[in-house]
């Protein structure tokens, strides 16, 4: 199978989802998630008309971005060290994965630095996975304030990597907790939050039919993440 193909297969499958939710395809993002894939694919999925793509290390983004086409947009969607803020506000239009109040401080810190404001969502571990970064749904809502009353940022929503299951359907209640949990944050917030990220390959129909407006998408796009290929590379690039 082609990107090309995986692509239209994935748009039938989001299609799909929308109609059966009621929703218009243009209410849902694919965001194409591009780590540990190198450049050439990336040109490649921008030729097949994808605009935004998820990266996961900031280094990695770095270099790749600079060897990809200047119109495409890029979201930091893995786990952020504050030391890497600085190069992060720089490279991305949003960071997805804020998962702690210090993390948005650095950020806010680094934004004003660079004459910017940064759009980010919160991201949040429902189920408490010790292996998951995130904040616990009360902790969005004790921090929501604080974070808000941060002048360089700006909440666009919430983020979540459900818990890996063969059968999505078991998600499907997580992915409304989501969503349930975002209408408690405009509540407190007395705003509107555009943004639900939540859907990756194995699940992301279920998540359209919560409620998801951008799904990130890799393997099924891509194919399998080259682990020992994205090593060699990454030397390769120091
Ligand atoms: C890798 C990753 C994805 C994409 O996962 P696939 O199963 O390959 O689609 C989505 N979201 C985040 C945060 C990721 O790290």
Redesign the pocket.
């Known amino acids: 199978m082609s990107l090309a193909d995986n692509l239209a297969s994935i748009e039938q499958r989001i299609s799909a989802a929308c109609a059966r939710a009621g929703r218009d395809r243009s209410s849902v993002l694919l965001l194409a ?1 591009s ?1 540990g894939m190198p450049p050439e694919l990336i040109r490649e999925a921008a030729d097949c008309g994808l605009s935004v793509f ?1 990266e ?1 290390k900031v280094q990695e983004a770095k270099l790749k971005i600079s060897m990809c086409p200047g119109r495409l947009r890029w979201q930091m ?2 786990h952020l060290q504050s030391n890497k803020c600085r190069d992060a506000v720089h490279c991305f239009e949003m960071i997805q994965s804020v998962d702690s109040l210090a993390l948005a401080q650095e950020i806010n810190k680094q934004a004003d630095k660079q004459a910017k404001t940064m759009p980010i969502l919160l991201e949040v571990n429902l189920a408490g996975e010790s292996t998951k970064f995130g904040f616990k749904a009360d902790e969005v809502l004790a921090n929501l304030d604080a974070i808000n009353a941060l002048p360089k940022i700006e909440i666009h929503g919430l983020m979540m ?1 459900a818990p890996w299951t063969p059968e999505p359907e078991k998600v499907r209640p997580v992915f409304r907790q989501l969503r349930e949990l975002k209408a408690q944050c405009e509540e407190k917030l007395g705003a509107p939050l555009p943004h639900l990220s939540m859907g ?3 699940d992301f129909e279920v998540a359209i039919e919560e409620g998801a407006t951008m799904v ?5 796009l891509f194919g399998s993440r080259p682990k020992v290929v994205k090593q060699a590379r990454a030397e390769e690039m120091e």
């Open positions: 998630v780590k998820g996961s969607i893995g990597i990756m390959s194995g990130r998408v890799g393997t099924s």
